[in-house]
């Protein structure tokens, strides 16, 4: 069985803060551009500081259309998470404007990615577009109703490489906030990892804290992206400081 991939969420911004986190043992970062407050530069600066630690940069993206697209991939993105799915024509639309031909039709630019088309491999158009379309991951998240119903289909697309699970979204939707282990998230956690099983796809799921990312794990993720840098942040100083004034600890 292979190794289960962890990540992280990114919403503080710095390149300071990428660099500490690409010397974790970390496996991949998703830079949050539905939730965090960052501009396509700032992105940019974010996933060299990121690749300086050859942490993998992926970024969540809040709209699947061409141009913001195109951008993420342009500057460098090595997988689009993208959340609040509905329907299996959104799922179409990002997958064409994320994917060249023969599987979309991702708009042409020579990028960053390959060195402005300087690379070997991107000399060759075909040997470009293939090499773009594997390192591009395209991965929808499966948030909500209408997401789950389809997810079958959603998960057998061509040019979609995964399914990012938002258990928070999910379980608002389903009328069962934030529980996590009720029996209906549960149950339909299951659909969604099925799905991708059946159709090779690679299975990812949020967690916020480490005895569900473990549950996750147990359950057969490949990946399982904990928390976010902020919350990371935030629980290790108030730990400390409640340590430093309770007299406890070593
Ligand atoms: C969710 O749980 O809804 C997510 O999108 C994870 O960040
Ligand atoms: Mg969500």
Redesign the pocket.
């Known amino acids: 069985m292979s190794r289960t991939t962890f990540g992280t969420?990114f919403e503080l911004g710095g390149r300071g803060a990428m660099e500490c986190l690409s010397r974790t043992g970390i496996d991949y970062v998703i830079i949050d551009t539905e939730h965090g407050p960052f501009s396509e530069e700032t992105v940019a600066d974010l996933i060299l500081a990121a690749e300086s630690g050859n942490l993998l940069p992926y970024v969540r993206i809040g709209d699947i259309r061409r141009p913001y697209v195109l951008r993420m991939l342009d500057i460098g993105a090595r997988g689009l998470i993208v959340?609040n799915i509905r329907t299996v024509e959104q799922v179409k639309e990002l997958v064409a404007n994320a994917k060249f031909p023969p599987v979309g039709n991702r708009g042409y630019c020579p990028s960053r990615t390959s060195a402005w088309g300087a690379d070997e491999w991107a000399k060759d158009a075909f040997s470009y577009m293939e090499e773009c379309n594997r390192r591009v991951r395209v991965i929808p998240?499966c948030?909500t109703k209408e997401a789950l119903e389809h997810i079958e289909e959603i998960a057998a697309l061509p040019g979609v490489d995964g399914i990012f699970i938002?258990?928070?979204?999910?379980s608002i939707e389903l009328g069962i906030p934030l529980q996590f282990d009720n029996p209906l998230l549960i149950s339909s956690v299951e659909r969604i990892l099925k799905a991708c099983r059946d159709n090779g796809k690679e299975s990812y799921i949020?967690a916020g804290n480490m005895g569900d990312a473990l549950k996750w794990k147990k359950l057969g993720f490949d990946s399982v992206t904990y928390s976010l840098d902020a919350a990371v942040f935030v629980n290790a100083y108030k730990e400390l400081t409640g340590r430093f004034h309770g007299g406890g600890g070593e």
């Open positions: 969420f959340p998240q948030e938002g258990p928070c979204d999910l949020f």
